[in-house]
T-cell receptor, first 111, second 113 residues
Framework: LAKTTQPISMDSYEGQEVNITCSHNNIATNDYITWYQQFPSQGPRFIIQGYKTKVTNEVASLFIPADRKSSTLSLPRVSLSDTAVYYCLFLSPGSARQLTFGSGTQLTVLP | NAGVMQNPRHLVRRRGQEARLRCSPMKGHSHVYWYRQLPEEGLKFMVYLQKENIIDESGMPKERFSAEFPKEGPSILRIQQVVRGDSAAYFC???????????FGPGTRLTVT
């Protein structure tokens, strides 16, 4: 089973751009890279998903190099409310497979 | 469209008692997943159900734990004879047929005293 590696924690200041990188050496051909966000005492929430190159939505951007062995979640101009744990996962469209969560990255945004 | 609902949000049980956790999926969703999260850890898959069927229970402890998703009503995760090690946050997620995104509920925090 493919495994992801992320930094355990990161600190940032309000207004800065934050980049969280995830390594996934043996990602399957059909897998999409997916990021979830979890606030304390809440369930995880889907942020963004991509297969390769770059994806952008109203919340974040996702950069995936051609070899797909890593991905970078980019959060522009973070605020205090972005303090959360961020998980990098795999998903196969149409698959009913369960999600496999690693330890995630605890992002702390400081004033 | 209401999101995934779980109740109770907090549950306290003494050792040896039974815990029943309920999950109502989003409207129209027929796939339900249960996950457990221990303090300072990521979520761990427990069981995947569709209406009236257990599809994958490979993450569920062999004893004391059971799950169901009846034709009518919420999905239930049942833990018999709870022990202190069962204290955790239990999340359910639901998914629609043919889609991939799982939507999570707010979780039930079980404390065993």
């Amino acid at each position: 089973l493919a495994k992801t590696t992320q930094p355990i924690s990161m600190d940032s200041y309000e207004g800065q751009e934050v980049n969280i990188t995830c390594s996934h050496n043996n990602i399957a051909t059909n897998d999409y890279i997916t990021w979830y966000q979890q606030f304390p005492s809440q369930g995880p929430r889907f942020i963004i998903q991509g297969y390769k190159t770059k994806v952008t939505n109203e919340v974040a951007s996702l950069f995936i190099p051609a070899d797909r062995k890593s991905s970078t979640l980019s959060l522009p101009r973070v605020s205090l409310s972005d303090t959360a744990v961020y998980y990098c996962l795999f998903l196969s469209p149409g698959s009913a497979r369960q999600l496999t969560f690693g330890s995630g990255t605890q992002l702390t945004v400081l004033p | 469209n209401a999101g995934v609902m779980q109740n109770p949000r907090h549950l306290v049980r003494r050792r040896g008692q039974e815990a029943r956790l309920r999950c109502s999926p989003m409207k129209g969703h027929s796939h339900v997943y249960w996950y457990r999260q221990l303090p300072e850890e990521g979520l761990k898959f427990m069981v995947y159900l569709q209406k009236e069927n257990i599809i994958d229970e490979s993450g569920m402890p062999k004893e004391r734990f059971s799950a169901e998703f009846p034709k009518e009503g919420p999905s239930i995760l049942r833990i018999q004879q709870v022990v202190r090690g069962d204290s955790a946050a239990y999340f359910c997620a639901s998914k629609g047929q043919g889609t991939y995104e799982q939507y999570f509920g707010p979780g039930t925090r079980l404390t065993v005293t």
